[in-house]
Each structure stands twice: as C-alpha cells, then as structure tokens.
C-alpha cells in the first residue's frame, strides 16, 4: 500500500487544519472585528481579499520560474512537476484577483471594469499562465510538453517587470480627465486593526496556498508513477 | 565556427530556399495589403482621425502578417525532418536561433518597407517626413516581435492546435512591444520628433536586448529531436 | 445593491471557488492514489508470480 506517504500525508493534514484555522479567524476579523473605511465604507473589506490574491498569485510565478529554471538545468522531474502545480493555483489566484478587483470596483468606481493599470496587468497576468496551461495540455509528449513549458514559464515571468512598466506608462501618461481612479493606496490614516486583518488575511492565504499546492504537487507526482507503471505493463 | 559565422550560414540556407520559391514573402505582403483594404472599409473615417489610428492600425496588420510568417518558420525543417539532421550536426543553437530570427526579421522588414507608404498612399495621409522615424520604431518593434515569436514558434512546434496555440501564447507576452510601439509612433506624428517617445523607446531596445539574449542562451533547451 | 452586497458577493465567490477547487483537488488525489495502488498490489502480484 502507499504507506510509505503517511508522514508526507499527516503533514500535509496538519497544514490543512492550519489553513482552516487562520482562515475562520481571518473570516471573523475581516467582516467583524476591522472597522469600515472612511471614505469606502463596508466595501473596502474586499481589500483583505485582494490583495492577499494577487501577492499570492504572484508568488506562485515565482516558483513557475524557479521550478522551470531548475528544470531545464537539472532536468529533474520534481522541478516540473512545482512549475505545473504552482501555475495551476497561480491561474486560480489570478482569477479571484480579477472578480475581487471586479466586484470591488463596481461601488468604488461605478463600473464592473476599467482598463486601469492593476485590473489590466492581473488579466494579462491570467493570459500568459492560461497559455501554459493551455500549451502543457496541448503537447502529448511529456519531455517535450515540460521542456516548451519551462521556456514559457522563464520568458514569462522575465516578461512580467516589463508589461508592469509599460501599462502603468500607458495608464499614467494620459490620463483622462473623466475617468476618476483612487490611485492612493487604501492605508493612509489606517487603523490598526485594519492591518491586523490584512496579515491575518495574509496568512491564511499562504497556508491555504501551500496546503493546495502540496495536494496538487502530489497528484502530479502520482500521476507521473501512474504513467510509468502503465507503461512497464504495456499498459 | 563562432556563434556569427553559423548564423550565417544557416540564414543564408534559409533566404536562398526563400529566394527561389518566395513563398513566405509574397503571402505575407499580400497579407497585409489585404489587411489594409479591409482596415479601409471597416474604420470609414476621415483622414485627420484616420492619422490618429494609423499606428494602431498598421501594428496590427504587421502583427498578423508577422504570425503568418511564423507559422512558415519552422515548417520547411519539420516537413522535411530536417531538424533532426539539424540537431545532430554540432552547430550552437544560439545559433539557430539568430537565423530563424534574422530570417524572420527581413520578411517583415521587406514587407514594411513596402506597406507603411502604400499605407499613406492609400489612406491620403501627410506627414511623409517622419516616415522614416517611424519606420525605425516599426523595426525595433519587429525586433521584439521576430526574437518572441522565433521561441514561441519553437515551443508550439510540436503541439496539437498549433497554429492557434502559437498567437494565443505570443500576444500577452508582446504586450510591452505593442504598447511602445503604437505609443511611439503616435508621439512622433504628434510631435514631430522622438524626444517625448524616449522613454518607450528605451523600453522597446530594452525589451529587444534581453529577449535576444535569453532567446540565445535558451534555445538549447526548446528544441528536442 | 448596498455596500454590504458586494462584500458578501466578493467573499462568497472566493469561499466558493476555493473550496471548489479544493474539492476537485481532493478528488483527483483520491482517484490517483487508487489506480496508484491498484497498479502497485499488480505489480506485487506480477513479481510474486516470476518467482
């Protein structure tokens, strides 16, 4: 039997209680214990979702990157499988990202969506790791489908600091004069329990992240046993 | 044989091949010539607002000329299962990379060469003297575009849907290109000169260089006999 | 819709979403860990049967 996974299993349990723990008392402080904003109102709670999201997703390129880098040095299964499972849950992220700064958008701003610097970048973002997704699943042979995946997964973050720079130039260099955009970060005169409810936020993202990507990492790595085995029988 | 004398050698083999039969050129001119007509009938403005577009307008037929291309790109040695031959023969495949590039790179430059003036010809535009600043950004940006789409085209070489899968990963990642390009450009025509585009103009060389230096150091890896 | 709406919308997608996935998740891993099995014991089968 898989025994052998039992100590990896109970580890990864302990995270998942973890995850839950922090992210009740998250729940509980976000909408209970921290106060409305001045200017926002109720509202401005959606932040304690945003941007816990977005930094989430954006760590989850970064180990694409590092997975994909250390691939095509190594070329060790294991760094594949962490860029395929890390850009699964960063093409997740990203998408909360964008219907949170949707949803946040539509009470602050009047719209459902602006083509503003942020909202821009977070759909580009899910563009980008969506093809990798995409080009992964489109590829039948394995190697080839990690090796082409690997590239993607480097110019594509390498790309990122440039897109950034290139759509906030775009955005900031002419900006309409009807177009009315908060562009102050939401922690001038914050209150402290505020950013207690950020870094409880924060936490829980993190552990639920991690607790998710060891699950999928795991599934991945069965699969790659599955496939072997499979093939030794002639399967 | 240096990196430099290989890629010669290689772009040589492959504009002779273009040479003869002209396939890809003459697809891709027509392309967007084609692109153009359809533009006129489809933006039916008048030329002062037409002027405004032209940068966006002319970016994007490049833009689909130059996927075209990139389908041809690899096709000759897939057709012919002439990049195994390729692979085993001890040639850099940096180099490899700079030919497909560079090869790339005259198509699109002999078809802008041609398009941007047939262009203002046909949409009654002035302004020819910033013809050619504006055909320099257009090549700095092809640049960006030949490097990315040259790794793209490699990556999507042997997946199924290719020839959607290859613009449906290209275009977030030429994003940067795009934006500084059409922004450029649109800055010349309405300044006269490329101080206010400065900025994106460092961003697009800057985007060029580190693209082709990673395309060169990371070619090794993409193709797999 | 009142402010309190859109946070209740906000927070009820991601909830939502996240234990979707979760779900989802956990169901591949269980569906994997199964045919995981079911090929090893095979295999110990396949062995103890060369011997």
Known sequence: ?235 | MTLLRQTHLLLFKDLLIELRRRDSLLTMFFFGTLLLFVFHFAFDLPPDKIAELAPALLWLAFLFTGTLGLAQLFLAERDNHCLGALLLSPLDRGALFLAKTAFNFILMFLVELVVIPLFWILFNLSAWNLLPQLFLVTLLGTVGFCVLGTITAAITLRARARELLLPLVLFPLMIPVILATIRCMESILRTGDMVEAMPWLRLLIGFDVIFLTIGVLIFDSVIES | MGSWGFVWLAYGIVCGALVLYWWLLKRRYRDAEAELNRLRSLEAAGSHDKR
């Open chain 1, 1 to 235: 039997m898989v025994s052998s996974t039992n100590p990896a299993k109970q580890r990864k349990g302990i995270l998942g209680a973890l995850a839950s723990i922090a992210v009740v008392i998250g729940l509980y402080w976000n909408l209970v214990v921290a106060p409305p904003d001045a200017y926002q109102g109720e509202v401005q709670r959606i932040m304690y979702l945003h941007l816990p999201s977005i930094l989430t997703a954006y760590l989850s390129y970064f180990l694409v990157f590092i997975g994909s880098g250390m691939y095509l040095w190594k070329r060790e299964k294991k760094d594949d499988l962490l860029a395929h499972a890390a850009a699964e849950l960063g093409v997740l992220f990203t998408a909360l990202t964008i219907v949170e700064g949707s949803i946040w958008g539509k009470p602050t701003w009047g719209v459902w969506w602006t083509w503003d610097a942020r909202l821009t970048l977070t759909a580009i973002l899910l563009l980008i790791y969506a093809g990798y997704l995409m080009l992964r699943s489109l590829i039948d042979d394995e190697q080839r489908a990690a090796s082409a995946a690997a590239i993607l997964g480097i110019v594509g973050f390498l790309d990122i600091p440039l897109i950034h720079m290139s759509v906030y130039w775009w955005r900031t260099l002419h900006q309409p004069p009807s177009i009315l955009r908060p562009d102050k970060k939401p922690w001038e005169n914050v209150h402290p329990s505020m950013l207690t409810a950020l870094a409880i936020s924060f936490a829980g993202f993190l552990l639920l992240y991690f607790y998710l990507l060891s699950l999928r990492y795991r599934v991945g790595e069965m699969r790659q046993e599955i496939k072997a085995l499979r093939l030794e029988r002639g399967l």
